[in-house]
């Protein structure tokens, strides 16, 4: 009958303890754990009060950031000590998540976020998700964006400018009354490129 090599055969019991430290000589080294990696991204944070009027928008200016890879991702227009804008410099996968806290309750309508693309060779303008009001959810509700992109979003066959991409993010609201967006964040992580980029 056929024996597992790990099973000990009469052979190996009469040698006692050793046949287990010669079956470990025959298998294999064990393989050495992958190098870590690690995923770049831009990280930006909004402290300041922001009042959106009813039926209207406004930008996100981020009072804090963090830029953790400059190849990838670089600062875009500061005003007033505000970041307004953050520019994507490489083609690829991108994973983009923002979020707006609403400080005021909201009773009615809905809130969204918008991210645009702005830059004078880019086709796709913008892209927004918006959810409603209440229904029976907590009233101050955080609105979120959340994205996986290949950025540029213009496909062309020969790029004849040096390519970038700034990444502007607006909250909206239709809620009857003024409302006032007391934290916002901003996490964008590059994932890298498309085979054959």
Not at 27 to 45: L, Q, S
Not at 92 to 98: D, N, R
Not at 99 to 107: D, E, R, V
């Amino acid at each position: 009958m056929t024996r597992y090599r790990s099973q000990p055969s009469t052979h190996r019991v009469a040698l006692g303890a050793g046949w287990g430290v010669s079956d470990l000589r025959r298998r294999p080294a064990p393989v050495a754990a992958a190098a870590a990696t690690t995923i770049p991204g831009f990280h930006a944070r909004m402290t300041t009060d922001l009042v959106v009027g009813d039926g209207n928008d406004a930008q996100l200016r981020w009072d804090e950031w963090t830029n953790d890879d400059a190849s990838v991702f670089a600062d875009g227009t500061i005003i007033g000590g505000k970041l307004t804008d953050v520019i994507v410099k490489k083609k690829g996968w991108y994973a983009v998540h923002c979020w707006a806290s609403w400080g005021t309750p909201g009773f009615a309508g809905d809130t969204g976020i918008m991210m645009i693309h702005d830059d004078f060779d880019v086709s796709e303008p913008a892209l927004m998700q918006s959810q409603p009001i209440g229904f029976g959810f907590h009233l101050n509700e955080t609105t979120t964006f959340q994205a996986v992109r290949y950025l540029p979003p213009l496909y062309e066959f020969t790029q004849t400018l040096p390519w970038y991409d700034r990444l502007e993010f607006w909250v909206a609201q239709s809620s009857s009354a003024a409302r006032t967006v007391d934290t916002a964040y901003l996490d964008i992580a590059y994932l890298g490129v498309r085979t054959g980029d």
